[in-house]
């Protein structure tokens, strides 16, 4: 059995062989299995770019090529002197869709269909731009209307489990789309991040992590994908790969914000020196610290005495000297002793911590807070829908409720490790959403 011919993405691009949407396909899959192709697609458009008189055939070409490479401004100037066809005008609706021209791209895609390209594959395009347009119904009804083959189609499951996901939140309605989109192409990167960002939502680190790494080896990669995957590396503190994964959004968006700067705080990690085995036993105590203590059998006099001192956790006794242990009242010596050896099960003791001993989060003020404000109170943090780093960094804090959140203030929240200025200005955006603040904002 022989192997198939690689494909020369080279040739394709400037030659005058035919050109469309099969064509497109080969070229994406070749560098998706081959990464170091995608420099041999920059070189192409960079001579092509060269030529001074270019036919409207090799514009077109020129056009959805500067779009690959994700040159989308120079790709919208290309196809808008293209051919004025229904390849060029399907591209020219991607593009300004990359450069965030909603309605432009909604005419264009329009535009598409009555130049005879793809009917259904203009209308399955419209509905994504109708969704980040935040009409979700309008979205929803065009999906709807989408009959025969279409809906056997990767691209189409994505696109409505993208929908119900913004639209319901209907979390098994929307993985078994996803599921399907992956049945019909196992490496739709849609799906792929679609799937990978619900297991992280959920908490399913080792799922979310190969999901990631499979969205991120397609091309053209979900933005989303890359920046995830990159938080993820740096969390595992592979640095490396992380400036890696930032790499490739800067590559297409020199100017990204969150890549820029996470892209600074990778690679000022990565020139630190890092004691794995120092980090592993930090890891340990802290998960010993945050135990709570109603998980032991203790005595009930000694379970009322910590409840009435706030002692909740394990980090809360070792930051707690025995002297104060006594001053409680009916605190007496046999549930001293029975505290010591609860902690020395653990390797603790009393006291050990008594040094960074923590001031309590102030209590909230709702005397000023209309009804629907104290409403959200005791709503999950994951109602805020934060990005993965913000949400990682709610969890180191022991953040569950919004309530909890706006008792901290934001030098609280830039304590935390990759907890920087554009997570911090997210999640001051999502509780203005709530009319709400962080204290002393």
């Known amino acids: 059995m022989t192997e198939a011919p690689v494909l020369d993405v080279k040739d394709m691009v400037v030659s005058n062989q035919s050109f469309g949407p099969n064509e497109i396909k080969q070229i994406c899959k070749t560098i998706s299995e081959d990464y170091s192709q995608l420099g041999v697609l920059r070189d192409a458009v960079g001579e092509l770019a060269q030529v001074t008189e270019r036919s409207p055939a090799q514009a077109v070409r020129l056009g959805v090529s500067q779009y690959l490479v994700g040159k989308f401004s120079e790709a919208r100037e290309t196809l808008s002197h293209a051919d004025g066809g229904a390849l060029a005008l399907y591209y020219l609706a991607k593009t300004n869709f990359q450069l965030d021209h909603y309605e432009e791209a909604l005419k264009f895609f329009d535009s598409a269909k009555m130049a005879g390209y793809d009917a259904d594959q203009c209308q399955i395009a419209s509905a994504e731009v109708l969704r980040y347009l935040s009409r979700l119904q309008d979205a929803m009804d065009i999906l709807d209307n989408i009959f025969g083959p279409a809906e056997q189609t990767a691209e189409y499951n994505y696109q409505r489990g993208a929908t119900v996901a913004v639209r319901d939140g209907h979390f098994d309605e929307v993985l078994r789309l996803y599921n399907r989109a992956l ?40 933005i989303g994908t890359l920046i995830n995957l990159g938080i993820i590396y740096e969390d595992r503190n592979d640095f490396s790969k992380a400036q890696a994964c930032y790499k490739r959004v800067l590559d297409v968006f020199p100017d990204h914000p969150r890549a820029r700067l996470y892209m600074k705080d990778a690679s000022a990690s990565g020139n630190v020196h890092f004691d794995e085995d120092a980090a592993r036993q930090t890891e340990r105590l802290s998960q010993l610290l945050s135990i709570s203590v109603n998980d032991f059998e203790l005595s009930v006099r000694s379970r009322n005495c910590l409840q009435k001192m706030g002692v909740e956790t394990l980090g809360d006794l070792v930051r707690t000297s025995e002297q104060q242990l006594l001053s409680s009242k009916n605190f007496g010596e046999t549930s001293l002793v029975e505290i010591r050896e609860m902690l020395s099960s653990k390797g603790l003791s009393l006291g050990q ?29 994951s109602d805020l829908n934060l990005s993965v780093r913000a949400r990682k960094c709610m969890v180191r804090l022991g953040i569950n409720t919004i309530s909890e959140l706006i008792r901290k203030t934001g030098d609280d929240l830039l304590e935390s490790k990759n907890f920087g200025v554009t997570s911090l200005n997210e999640v001051r955006e999502k509780l203005e959403g709530m009319e709400l603040k962080l204290r002393g904002d």
């Open 353 to 381: 911590l008594a040094d960074q001993q923590r001031e309590p989060d102030p209590p909230l003020d709702t005397s000023g807070m209309t009804p629907d404000q104290q409403a959200v109170l005791d709503r999950p943090i």
């Open 183 to 222: 049945q019909y192409d196992d490496h739709h990167p849609g799906a792929l991040f679609g799937l990978a960002s619900e297991n992280d939502r959920k908490g399913n680190d080792e799922e979310a992590l190969m999901l990631y790494e499979r969205a991120a080896s397609c091309f053209p990669a979900h």
